[in-house]
């Protein structure tokens, strides 16, 4: 008789992601083709519209980043005539009703920024009786905020696995192409830029948050051409970065890039290398023009911000002023402009100027909801970059390659909410949609995450008990005699 202590038991499950690159049929032999050969695994374009096909959330998730963020319908008059913005929406609310993803989707307002950009909403809505105009903030809240809100949401619940997290990843990297296309085609003009939306500042900050995802995307990619694709993205959009000469711009590309080089270890020394002989050529051809502007930083009784009246320091000193007359729920969303023409002691109408905005997302929230809604905004913004750095700690304690991978995804996240922190100061863009986009990738990197180290953890303890029953066959199994009739007994 057979010994049954001898059975070898199953052993635990290959990762996710390893194993044979071939396709396999239903007795674990490659699946052959028409010719005999062997099927391999499709290519990436097609994995990627076999997936998406499969799941039209994750095409309405995509959507409403090209839309709400890149602005992809204002490229031509025939998306603008489809209102691909409006039917994404519509979409999305559609699918928060009827399929809404509870466990991912409370699980993200459960978490403190999460909280924070509920209370936020929240305080803003009540303040709208009190505000200068009630109608101006109670449009903007509902035609821009609570959309943002509800984008959040949105994304929060879709964002639920790792397959749906990178590859609303890589599209948020691809939508910076036409805008890069476009700019650099029209010259990149200090007056104009691709987006009816966004002036150069904008611009700069836009790209300047997404520089990190599209070197985190190539790296991570596998084909070697995805990864050119991604790398030549991230390197003109440096290029149109510093070409856009805005000021704040070009400290938030320094201190990001200073992090990548320094704290990133997903890419090697000669690439890092590479990068700031890149960096340092487009510097040093840029036009006079150009330093120039970027001297009077060093002079600032050159810059016009410090000594004009409609510059960025009597702005914030206006803005301030208004938060200590108002300080519970401020002026109102999207008062500031008001507030400059009924509120100014020298009651100058400034309405149209440089003076209708803050240039500083921080007061401007301040100025607009109070100095409760500043404290839920900063709190927002706090809690997701701490939620980040614990996240990388865990992802790291594992040892494992692919949950390393998922930790360099978390750095590079944490330095686009540090360019948005950086670039926010000097304009006023603290309702961007892109944010609330952040924000919802902060929360799935938190949601997959979790799930994967409880995966990872399963795993371990399969293993180990598969080794223990192994080394318990092997203590039950004795032998019996010497020599060519030796018997296992």
């Not at 008059?77 to 489809?82: H, K």
């Not at 320091?313 to 300080?327: G, L, N, P, S």
Request: aromatic residues 12%.
């Amino acid at each position: 008789m057979t010994n049954p202590s001898l059975h070898t038991p199953p052993g635990p499950p290959p990762l996710p992601g390893v194993g044979p690159s071939q396709a396999v049929g239903r007795r674990g032999r490659p699946r052959r083709g028409k010719k005999g050969k062997a099927e391999t695994q499709p290519v990436l374009a097609e994995r990627l519209l076999r997936y998406v096909t499969r799941n039209p959330r994750t095409v309405v998730a995509v959507g409403l980043v090209l839309t709400y963020v890149w602005r992809w319908h204002d490229f031509h008059g025939l998306f603008v005539a489809l209102r691909l913005a409006a039917i994404f929406s519509v979409l999305s609310w559609l699918y928060l009703i009827v399929e809404p993803r509870a466990g991912a989707l409370v699980a993200a307002v459960k978490r403190p920024y999460g909280a924070f950009i509920m209370l936020w909403t929240v305080w803003m809505l009540a303040g709208v009786p009190g505000a200068l105009r009630p109608d101006v903030a109670w449009s903007f809240w509902y035609d821009i905020h609570f959309k943002n809100v509800l984008l959040f949401l949105f994304l929060a619940g879709t964002l639920a696995n790792l397959k749906n997290l990178q590859i609303l990843i890589l599209a948020n990297v691809v939508g910076l192409a036409p805008g890069i296309f476009f700019y650099m085609k029209g010259g990149m003009l200090w007056h104009w830029t691709p987006y009816s939306m966004y002036d150069r500042n904008d611009l700069a900050l836009l790209f300047n948050m997404t520089v990190p995802v599209a070197v985190w995307s190539g790296v991570a990619l596998k084909e070697k051409w995805a990864q050119a694709v991604a790398w030549t993205i991230a390197i003109l959009a440096v290029t149109c970065i510093i070409g856009t000469g805005s000021r704040g711009g070009l400290l938030a590309l320094a201190i990001s890039s200073l992090l990548i080089l320094v704290a990133f270890e997903g890419l090697s020394r000669k690439a890092k290398a590479a990068f700031l002989a890149f960096v340092a050529v487009l510097l040093v051809t840029a036009p006079d023009a150009y330093w120039d502007r970027m001297r009077t930083m060093l002079n600032p009784s050159e810059d016009y911000n410090l000594t004009d009246d409609h510059g960025r320091v009597e702005i914030w000193k206006r803005a301030i002023e208004y938060t200590k007359q108002r300080w519970t729920f401020g002026v109102g969303a999207n008062n500031f402009s008001v507030a400059e023409v009924t509120m100014r002691q020298d009651r100058v109408r400034v309405a149209g100027a440089r003076g209708a905005v803050t240039h500083n997302s921080f007061l401007q929230v301040a100025a607009e909801t109070g100095l409760p809604g500043l404290v839920f905004f900063v709190g927002a913004l706090l809690t997701s970059l701490w939620a980040l750095v614990a996240q990388r700690r865990r992802l790291r304690k594992t040892r494992d390659d692919r949950l390393g991978n998922i930790a360099q995804l978390t750095e590079l996240v944490a330095l686009c909410l540090i360019a948005f922190i950086v670039g926010g100061f000097f304009l006023s863009q603290a309702y961007f949609s892109y944010l609330m986009v952040l924000f919802a990738i902060v929360a799935a990197l938190e949601y997959v995450g979790e799930r994967e180290i409880r995966a990872w953890k399963a795993q371990k303890a399969q293993a180990r008990a598969h080794a223990a029953a192994l080394a318990t066959a092997h203590a039950n199994t004795h032998v019996v005699g010497s020599g060519p009739y030796t018997r296992v007994g």
